[in-house]
């Protein structure tokens, strides 16, 4: 009987330990970047088109941007990109007719 308890007790001590050192695995701390448009379109399945600084910045300076906060007013007045229009996420459809239909609708959320 002693035997089949000290068998238990050493299975389970074996069994922590591998779960314990499984916690402390170190993980990569961010993905890889998607390095083309294809790979940005294949990484978000909601179907948004993601764009990089580098055409945001292009998009600004060329003036066919027109930019979004969709965060609240406190994070707005914290601090936002200069020329983009607060509209929190939650009423964004109460003024889709406010949205030019001929620039690129940037939203951005940090």
């Known amino acids: 009987m002693h035997l089949k308890v000290f068998y238990f007790a050493t299975i389970l001590a074996a069994a922590m ?26 990484a978000n399945p909601d179907g948004a ?17 027109f930019v979004v906060d969709v965060r609240n007013q406190a994070a707005y007045d914290l601090g936002h990109i200069p020329g983009a229009r607060l509209i929190p996420a939650g009423d964004i459809l109460n003024h889709l007719d406010e949205l030019p239909r001929d620039k690129t609708i940037v939203t951005y959320c940090s």
């Open 17 to 42: 330990l591998v779960a314990c050192n499984a916690v402390d695995m170190p993980v990569a701390s961010t993905p890889p970047k998607p390095t083309s448009s294809a790979d940005l379109q294949a």
């Open 49 to 65: 088109r993601r764009i990089t600084i580098e055409e945001f910045e292009a998009l600004m300076k060329e003036g066919k941007a």
